[in-house]
């Protein structure tokens, strides 16, 4: 059965969806009960896709062929794996980091929500503008605790992302 916009959606039983959401559901509450080692592990995963990245980026120099673009590309692969390695072999800074980047990326994109969200007030739409205010504050709250916050930050975004895609998915047909 097709919608209106004439894409399918996938087939699905309430049992899946169910499992699935539960499954999230567990996952977030594990995350939860310790933030500050899932933070550290987030870091880790992290690095290791920066040097699977890089290393797949490095290959790609080399498969190509010929000098233009070679070095560029073979530097690119080698940054990468530099990340890779410091946020492996220092994770409490690279949790800091993380936490760091995550605070500015969120206030800078609250930022502009708000600005885009204010075009919007007049017609009586303002979810854009109050999902700006909410990612200023989440980002200024972050870098006001910096560097406390690396701690348990990430973790806990972690937790709270799958706890509610588990709640989506428990009732996505409803």
């Known amino acids: 059965m097709t919608s209106q916009s004439g894409v399918s959606r996938p087939r699905s039983s309430r049992w899946t969806n169910a499992a699935i959401g539960v499954a999230f559901v567990i996952a977030g509450a594990f995350v939860l009960a310790d933030v500050a ?48 390695v410091v946020l492996l072999s220092l994770p409490g800074f690279g949790s800091q980091f993380l936490t760091w980047a995550l605070g500015v990326i969120l206030l800078l994109s609250g930022i502009a929500r708000v600005f885009v969200g204010v075009n919007y007030l007049r017609s009586g739409k303002r979810t854009m503008f109050f999902s700006g205010l909410l990612g200023v504050v989440a980002g200024f709250l972050i870098l006001a605790g910096y560097p406390a916050t690396s701690g348990w930050v990430i973790g806990a975004f972690l937790g709270i992302d799958l706890i509610v895609h588990g709640v989506g998915w428990l009732n996505a047909d409803r």
């Not at 880790?44 to 062929?65: D, K, Q, R, T, Y």
């Open 37 to 84: 080692y899932a933070t550290i592990v987030s870091a880790a995963f992290l690095a290791i896709a920066a040097i699977c990245a890089g290393l797949v980026e490095i290959g790609l120099s080399i498969v190509a062929g010929g000098w233009r673009g070679f070095l560029l590309q073979f530097a690119l692969g080698l940054l990468y794996i530099a990340f890779g």
